[in-house]
């Protein structure tokens, strides 16, 4: 049979297209350059996803947002370089948090800790090596796995150097 042959689609079936295509539509908005956009701008400056919907009202969500990323190799680009801005902000505080004296040692490992698995969340390259992970005991200098002992500048210098 040719392809002239076949019926035309009745009107309620043309309606019932055109629903679902628009349905489809809102539920995946298309790829939208200025709400992309804002949204590496509220991630690069640290704000969690459910702040970065709080702050964006146009947010079109965590689903389409990762679909665009898998169809826009720039915008995934940008998205990755805003985590590791992010990520890179986390071991700097890392640092800051182990030198003050000031503080209570345990508290600030605890702090220190959740840096780390903060900026490990956003990047790579800080992200926990071997199944142990790593360890981090805050004294004035700080103690990695036990082994090493390095001011915080040397470990934030181990830390970019992986």
């Not at 689609?9 to 995946?28: M, N, P, T, V, Y």
Request: aromatic share 6%; proline share 6%.
């Amino acid at each position: 049979m040719a392809i002239d042959a076949l019926p035309a689609l009745s009107d309620r079936a043309q309606c019932a297209i055109g629903r679902r295509e628009l349905r489809h539509e809102r539920k995946f908005p298309p790829f939208n350059a200025d709400v992309a956009e804002r949204i590496v701008r509220l991630v690069a400056e640290g704000l969690p996803p459910s702040k970065v919907i709080e702050a964006l009202p146009e947010y079109p969500g965590g689903r389409v947002v990762s679909i665009w990323r898998q169809t826009n190799p720039d915008f995934d680009a940008e998205m990755t370089a805003a985590a590791e801005e992010q990520a890179d902000e986390y071991a700097h505080r890392q640092l800051e948090v182990a030198a003050d004296v000031g503080r209570r040692a345990d508290c600030r490992a605890v702090e220190v800790r959740a840096l780390q698995w903060l900026a490990g969340k956003l990047s790579k390259r800080y992200a926990p090596r071997g199944a142990e992970g790593a360890s981090v005991s805050v004294t004035h200098n700080t103690q990695i796995n036990g082994d090493v002992t390095m001011t915080p500048e040397q470990a934030y210098r181990a830390l970019l150097d992986g």
